[in-house]
């Protein structure tokens, strides 16, 4: 696994990209060639369940993600395809469905009803009309992210399509706009209890950093991460469970389950973030066992994330890598959220020289791992990785190595 180049990645994209643009001429024959946008997914290193607790999350945007090709219609239609999905789905843009149609469609179609009411709401503030009417558009959606892995797939199509929308419509919106829209998309007509985190990491992403979120006043600055030394890699477990997303609102619920039980011995608390570990010790007995071990996740976490970023900072990567490992146990033993799989990824990982930490990414259940490791150290890494999950699951996990992406854009085909 040599270090990848930036300039070979867009190159690479451009390729990915024209291939969907072809795609994009069977589906929606014509004349004009479509536009190309491009959203990444997203690994989180600290700050594991911590961004609907309020507290710090540092997540890193992955060079796959989503292609859009789109291009714009006569009339005020919009028709959604996707090269993972069977059949298309046809709106009217004046008639836009008011609740989720069950789909993979609702992601698109959230961002759609979301940037249309943010245009006309601008357009009232200005005291004018919203210049023309936004046009109807064919969408081709594709990419090159593993879905349900933990990888932000969801973030990265909300944040395509309002890139795409943003373009076609002339919006000129910025980048956090593009975020809002998204999270809305998700929260608001697809009706998932997400945190802010995937949305942020997505939309404000920016090559070889990572992104500090302080979810609690929404407050982000980029930390460098130097990939001179350095390596990051995510290993796919390929466990998808279906039950992932009952299992993540059973944790949403405990910890704000928490939250309730603690805030009146902690004033001035606005979220189970800011409740002070001593205040859960000391009301430990008194909480549901499981509920007690979510709350310690959470409070020792929101301390190891600041700890880490204090080590960066600090030139110390190996102090940052520790961290991460002692919140893969954490995650495992109180947030209750690995699985046998990740553990022996994490595991066989840390046992190889040079790397400095490992951890499950995302929600857990299944899905990747997050790996940082000294440069030098990815042969021995891959190995060990290969050789002792196929030693107990009988087949090797998908490795791979990152270092951040451009961010959300179009795309010029190759
Ligand atoms: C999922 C959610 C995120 C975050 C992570 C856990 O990926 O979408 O908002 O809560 O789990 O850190």
């Known amino acids: 696994m040599s270090r990848p180049s930036a300039r070979l990645d867009e190159e690479r994209h451009a390729e990915a990209l024209s291939g969907h643009a072809s795609a994009f001429a069977s589906a929606f024959p014509g004349d004009a060639p479509p536009r190309l946008f491009f959203a990444p997914g997203r690994v989180n290193l600290m700050g594991a369940h911590l961004d609907y607790n309020g507290g710090p999350v540092m997540p890193t945007a992955i060079d796959r993600g989503t292609f859009v090709a789109a291009r714009p219609r006569a009339d005020r239609r ?14 009217d843009l004046d008639d836009l469905p008011g609740e989720p149609t069950g789909s993979w469609a609702d992601y698109p179609l959230g961002v759609l009803r979301s940037a249309l009411a943010h245009r006309d709401a ?31 797939s969801s973030a990265s199509i909300c944040v395509a399509t309002a890139t795409a929308l943003d373009a076609l419509w002339d919006l ?107 205040v859960l010790e000391d009301a430990r007995v008194e909480l549901p066992p499981a509920v007690a071990k979510r709350a310690e996740h959470v409070l020792r976490e929101v301390e190891r994330t600041f700890a880490a970023r204090d080590a960066l900072l600090a030139g110390d990567p190996a102090g940052f890598g520790r961290a991460m490992t002692e919140a893969h146990a ?28 490992s951890r499950l990414t995302g929600a857990g259940f299944g899905g990747c791992t997050v790996i940082l490791l000294e440069r030098g150290a990815e042969g021995e890494l891959r190995a060990a990785l290969e050789e002792g999950f196929r030693a107990a699951f009988g087949r090797a996990p998908e490795v791979a190595l990152y270092h951040g992406d451009l961010g959300p854009r179009e795309v010029a085909p190759a």
Request: net charge negative; aromatic share 6%.
């Open 78 to 91: 919009v028709v959604l395809a996707s090269r993972r999905e069977a059949g298309r789905q046809t709106f």
């Open 122 to 152: 601008a357009a009232e503030r200005a005291g004018t009309r919203a210049a023309g009417e936004p046009c109807g558009v064919d969408v081709l959606f594709g990419g090159n992210l593993a879905v349900g892995a933990g990888l932000s």
């Open 172 to 278: 000129a919106e910025d980048p956090m706009r593009t975020v809002r829209t998204a999270l809305e998309a998700e929260r608001e007509f697809v009706g998932v209890h997400c945190g802010i985190m995937d949305p942020f990491a997505v939309g404000l992403a920016r090559p070889e950093t990572l992104l500090w979120l302080d979810c609690r006043d929404e407050s982000w600055e980029h930390i460098p991460l130097d990939f001179s030394r350095l390596a990051l890699a995510v290993a796919d477990t390929g466990v998808r469970r279906e039950l992932a997303a009952g299992e993540f609102n059973r944790r949403v619920a405990e910890c704000g389950e928490a939250y309730e039980r603690l805030r009146a011995r902690a004033p001035g608390a606005t979220c189970l973030r800011d409740v002070p570990p001593a």
């Open 330 to 357: 954490s995650l495992r033993d109180n947030f209750e959220v690995s699985c046998a799989e990740l553990d022996r990824l994490v595991a066989d990982a840390t046992s190889v020289p040079g790397v400095l930490g």
